[in-house]
């Protein structure tokens, strides 16, 4: 029978988070794969925990990944961990989830540290409705058009940013969404020196250049106002229809274009049109 698949999430920084359940997980599983074995060593140690190693990241996952599924359809229980936070988001892992499941393995994901969530919840912005943009392109074209497909969108916007292209980024999202926009930037979360700056991003801009920006990041960025939906009454849409008619329309295409451009269903257009000469 096949084993299964663990993601594992472990501390962004304070390895008190750690959960009772992860750590079952790690004792109980057949091996980890892990994208840094000397970072998970140290967790592993730290727990007091001796399990079997195997590297799985970026760079070997094609091969890996397939040696896992192997050992996995052998029978054998993986539990997947990262550096740090929940493997599969922005971490290799995505991959061996897609793989895992493609060929019938039970993926269990267990809950715990994840750095956009705990951005999110600190970041004082609209949580109701947001979107995860990952990391940004360290190519200016394709990270400027990134954030131009951005530019009406409404929800709350959350981005990954290592503290040396922050200042960059910062600057095209100024340039982009504007200088008022607000931002919450949250930074070694559940560490020592943890910091959340509520602001705007042109205040940012000028925060960063002068005190170049230490330590990890999320951005949380609020979404676009929404845009104010104009409502167009019958008495507008009666007028529109006489306009048209004036000029030579016929008043069945008068109809069909003033619901269409008034964004009004056709019935109550017509009707009102019944009361143009
Ligand atoms: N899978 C992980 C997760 O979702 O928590 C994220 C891994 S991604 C490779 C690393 C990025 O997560 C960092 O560049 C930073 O943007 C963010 N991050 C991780 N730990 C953080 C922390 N303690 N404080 C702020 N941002 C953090």
Request: aromatic letters at 6%.
């Amino acid at each position: 029978m096949a084993g299964m698949l663990y993601l594992v999430p472990t501390p962004i920084g304070n390895l008190g988070d750690i959960s009772i359940r992860c750590r079952q997980t790690l004792e109980s599983a057949d091996f980890i794969a892990a994208e840094d074995t000397r970072v998970t060593l140290k967790l592993l140690n730290h727990l007091g925990i001796k399990k079997s190693l195997v590297s799985y990241y970026e760079h070997n996952k094609a091969f890996k990944g397939n040696v896992i599924l192997d050992r996995i359809l052998a029978g054998e229980t993986c539990a997947l961990v990262s550096d740090a936070g929940s493997p599969a988001i922005s971490d290799p892992g995505e991959e061996l989830v897609k793989l895992c499941a493609e060929n019938g393995i039970t993926v269990c994901a267990i809950p715990g540290p994840c750095a956009v969530i705990t951005a999110l919840s600190i970041s004082g912005q609209t949580t109701g409705r947001f979107c995860f943009e990952g990391f940004l392109s360290t190519a200016k074209k394709s990270r400027r058009e990134h954030l131009e497909a951005l530019i009406g969108e409404t929800r709350t916007m959350v981005f990954y940013e290592a503290p040396h292209k922050l200042l960059n980024t910062l600057e095209d999202m100024a340039a982009v969404f504007g200088n008022d926009r607000p931002i919450s930037l949250c930074r070694e979360l559940t560490k020592l020196h943890e910091e959340v700056v509520r602001t705007t991003l042109g205040e940012a801009v000028t925060k960063y250049t002068e005190n170049p920006p230490k330590g990890e990041f999320v951005l949380v960025v609020a979404g676009a106002p929404a845009q104010e939906k104009v409502s167009f009454t019958a008495d507008d849409a009666a007028k529109r229809v006489a306009q048209l008619m004036a000029e030579g329309i016929s008043r069945k295409d008068a109809v069909k274009q003033t619901a269409k451009e008034l964004d009004l269903p056709k019935n109550v257009v017509y009707d009102a049109a019944l009361t143009v000469e």
